[in-house]
């Protein structure tokens, strides 16, 4: 069964850090661009970052660029998002996925995503 599981989210203060992580079983994300993505109560789904499965290149959201950082992992079958400098607003449920085709911008935008994992809440707050 091809399932994408997130993990790693909860309660942190405002500077805090957390690492999420994304781990993949049914299938290989060794051949899979992967995006992280967010949505906060209210507010439309938005692409936090992206990875690409050929070359490792990554993308940000400008407002995570600097804070937040995604790696993989293909030995284990994970993909991660390091977490720091948290704030207030990136209070959301994050999302991992996977993309067969895009890895950039398109990536970000959400443009051809095929499996998602059910999410895993974030809380910034003092």
């Known amino acids: 069964q091809v399932q994408l599981v997130e993990s790693g989210g909860g309660l942190v203060q405002p500077g805090g850090s957390l690492r999420l992580s994304c781990a993949a079983s049914?299938?290989?994300?060794?051949?899979?661009?992967i995006g992280w993505f967010r949505q906060a109560p209210g507010k439309e789904r938005e692409g936090v970052s992206c990875?690409?499965?050929?070359?490792?290149?990554?993308y940000y959201a400008d407002s995570v660029k600097g804070r937040f950082t995604i790696s993989r992992d293909n030995a284990k079958n994970t993909v991660y998002l390091q977490m720091n400098s948290l704030k207030p607003e990136d209070t959301a449920v994050y999302y991992c996925?996977?993309?067969?085709?895009?890895?950039?911008?398109?990536?970000?935008?959400?443009?051809?995503?095929?499996?998602w994992g059910k999410g895993t809440l974030v809380t910034v707050s003092s």
């Open positions: 996925a996977t993309n067969p085709r895009y890895s950039g911008r398109y990536c970000l935008l959400g443009y051809g995503m095929d499996y």
């Open positions: 990875i690409s499965s050929s070359d490792g290149s990554t």
């Open positions: 049914g299938f290989t994300l060794d051949y899979y661009n």
